[in-house]
Structure formats: structure tokens, C-alpha cells
């Protein structure tokens, strides 16, 4: 039986201006190595974005990086690993990147460029990073039996997947094709729906449907991640099943308010706090007790936006768009206007609008009325 480890954006760096940061992706590189040879894989699939700088990446951390690699993976063990976007130094091209030359050891590989590759006895099929999903999906299964479309792995961003789990935003992804523009949906993948297909890209975790889903990162890099589960996927190459092994013991990100500090374990862990008011007195206490007695990582505090300051931001946009010589008036000047509609009521209508007249549909029947 063969079977791989999955797992993908690790984002090595010295983030966060602490070289803690770097030896956290290091630690959670090292456990992946270990639990590889635990659960018997001879294969580790790595999904994409290695390294977290497209630019440069600084010398302790590729240091420390290519060590891990030669002293922790077992030998014996083939490591293939996808071109990510933040592994890419030109935008629109894999051949230059950042991993490539972790290939001075033997048993690493590089996937940069999208490729079937016959991996313990399946057709493993293989997507870098790109922009334009469809048409590289389309490239790789042309001329194939979808009987041997089983399984795919890919770095690239999917229409309305999650791309925050905390506020619950969902991306937006359209590209251009043919003649006009389409979006990038789970669809792309429906001729591998005998199989799985494995994301890498957006760091959330997440099924887009019962055959397609995003690993995510292996520990939480960022407060976007925060009270995310972490963990990686061992598959067996022949049933295509897999079980998940969870990450338990990297610092986590936490957002609380002033009155959850003592409810949680901050040891270790990244904390933000928030509050209403920056300038309040106890701010000072309550950063004492977090450097003392919680002993966090790091923390920061972040004001709660009010409501009245929405408000607040509402009624300027609102007045400033009143006023004829700056948005409405300008706007109507410079556009055509078809024959038979009025520039004044046209103008009457944009300011109606802005000042949320529109209750119950009110505005519309005034209209047509008119």
C-alpha cells in the first residue's frame, strides 16, 4: 500500500519580526517530516508556497530550510513540491523560482509546470500556480478517458471559496476567456469527480464540494487564521482515502475580548485584545498581565470600529455627494444622456437614491407616477 502526506502553504519566514516565527514553520516542518515516516508514507506531496517571499528570501531562513530537508525527510522518501505564486518570481512564470534548488538532494522534485505524473502507480495530475485555471485544466485532461482523471493537486484560487474564515469573506475570481470574461468555479474540476482533487492557496481549510477541497496552512500564520484547526492529510494512493493528523501544538492566533483573557490558555500564543476605547487606563494593566503572567508571544490591541463612526462616514459620503459641482452633476455632464430623459430629474433620482428614500419601494412607484 502507498500512501502520501499532503500538506501545503507553510510560508517559511522570519514573519512577524521574530525569528520564533521562523523556527515555528521549521518545528511544523520537522513534525511533518516525522509523522511521514510514523504513518509508513513513502511519498510527501507538498501543495504549494514553500517560502513566503517572492523576492528574496534571507539567508538564515533558506539556511535552515534546506537543512530540514536534508536532515529530517527520510531518504528513502520522495518529496515532490509544487510551484506556489509566492514561491514564483515572475508572476506568469514557474521555471524561476524559489525551491528549485532544493533539488541538489536527491529525493526532492519540482512540479513547475502542470504535469501528470505517474506517483505510486496512479496519474497523479499536477497545476503550479496560474491565473488562468480553466485553461490549464482543460490542457491537462484533453485526449485523456476521464476514467484516468482521479486525482489532481493544485495552488490557485477558486470563486466564492472562504477566504476568511472569521468574517466569513468568500472570493471573487473571474478571468478572462474566449471572446468575454468567466468565472473560476468548482466546476473546473467536475471530470476528476470519480477521484480528489486537493487546493492549496487559501489557508482556511475548506470543502467546495464532496470531491474538491483546500488543505490549507499547517499551523495559523496570521490573526485571519485565528481559532482555525490546523493539520495536514495522509492519502492512501490506492483507495484514495485519506484521515487528517491535527497540529495541536503550534502557537495559535486568538481574538478575544477584555473579559476572556483568563478563559484561555495565551501561553506561547499570539493575542489580540479587543476593546472600545485605546486610551483607557486598564489597557496598561492588562498589558503587564499579558507579558507576565500569560507570557503571550506577542499581542497587540485593535479598537472596535463603532457604529456612530459608520454612521459618521456614512453622512460625509452622503453630503459630499449632494453637492452639484463635485459628484451626481459632474457625473451627468460628462455622460450622454439618451434622447428624451431630463439631466435635472436624472440628478433628482441619484440624490433620492443616496438618501435611502427608497422604503418599501416608494421611490420606484414615485417614479414611474411621474
Not at 73 to 89: F, K, R, S, T, W
Not at 237 to 242: A, F, G, H, N
Request: proline share 2%.
Amino acid at each position: 500500500m502507498s500512501k502520501a502526506m499532503l500538506f501545503s502553504d507553510l510560508h517559511v519566514h522570519s514573519h512577524k519580526g521574530k525569528i520564533d516565527r521562523l523556527d515555528d514553520c521549521l518545528k511544523t516542518l520537522e513534525w511533518i517530516f516525522k509523522e511521514s515516516k510514523n504513518h509508513e508514507c513513502k511519498y510527501i506531496l507538498f501543495l504549494g508556497d514553500l517560502f513566503h517571499d517572492r523576492a528574496k528570501i534571507d539567508v538564515l531562513t533558506y539556511l535552515r530550510t534546506f537543512e530540514a530537508f536534508m536532515n529530517e525527510a527520510d531518504p528513502n522518501q520522495e518529496i515532490y513540491l509544487l510551484v506556489g505564486n509566492h514561491d514564483m518570481y515572475h508572476r506568469e512564470r514557474w521555471d524561476v523560482n524559489s525551491v528549485k534548488p532544493l533539488t541538489a538532494i536527491p529525493n526532492v522534485h519540482i512540479v513547475d509546470e502542470p504535469s501528470t505524473i505517474n506517483i505510486g502507480g496512479r496519474n497523479v495530475d499536477w497545476i503550479p500556480h496560474t491565473e488562468d485555471p480553466i485553461k490549464e485544466a482543460k490542457k491537462l485532461k484533453e485526449g485523456r478517458d476521464k476514467k484516468d482523471l482521479t486525482l489532481l493537486l493544485g495552488h490557485m484560487a477558486i470563486d466564492n471559496a472562504i477566504l476568511n474564515t472569521m468574517y466569513g469573506t468568500k472570493a471573487d475570481v473571474i478571468v478572462e476567456y474566449d471572446t468575454g470574461m468567466k468565472t473560476v468555479d468548482v466546476s473546473i474540476f467536475d471530470d476528476w469527480s470519480n477521484g480528489r482533487v486537493f487546493l492549496g492557496h487559501y489557508h482556511g481549510a475548506q470543502h467546495l464540494n464532496d470531491h474538491v477541497e483546500y488543505l490549507g496552512s499547517p499551523l495559523q500564520l496570521s490573526y485571519g487564521e485565528a481559532f482555525q484547526e490546523k493539520h495536514i492529510a495522509v492519502l492512501d494512493l490506492k483507495t484514495l482515502e485519506y484521515e487528517y493528523i491535527i497540529n495541536d501544538f503550534s502557537p495559535k492566533h486568538l481574538i478575544l475580548e477584555k473579559n476572556e483573557i483568563n478563559e484561555h490558555n495565551l501561553k506561547g500564543n499570539f493575542t489580540r485584545i479587543v476593546c472600545d476605547d485605546m486610551s483607557a487606563k486598564d489597557l496598561i494593566d492588562i498589558k503587564l498581565d499579558l507579558m507576565q503572567k500569560h507570557e503571550v508571544a506577542s499581542f497587540d490591541f485593535k479598537q472596535r470600529e463603532r457604529k456612530e463612526d459608520e454612521e459618521a462616514k456614512i453622512e460625509e459620503a452622503r453630503a459630499i455627494l449632494f453637492k452639484h459641482d463635485e459628484m451626481l452633476e459632474k457625473w451627468l455632464e460628462e455622460k450622454t444622456v439618451p434622447e428624451g430623459l431630463d439631466k435635472g430629474f436624472l440628478l433628482e433620482i441619484g440624490k433620492k437614491i443616496i438618501a435611502n428614500q427608497d422604503e418599501e419601494g416608494s421611490l420606484l412607484k414615485e417614479l414611474l407616477d411621474s
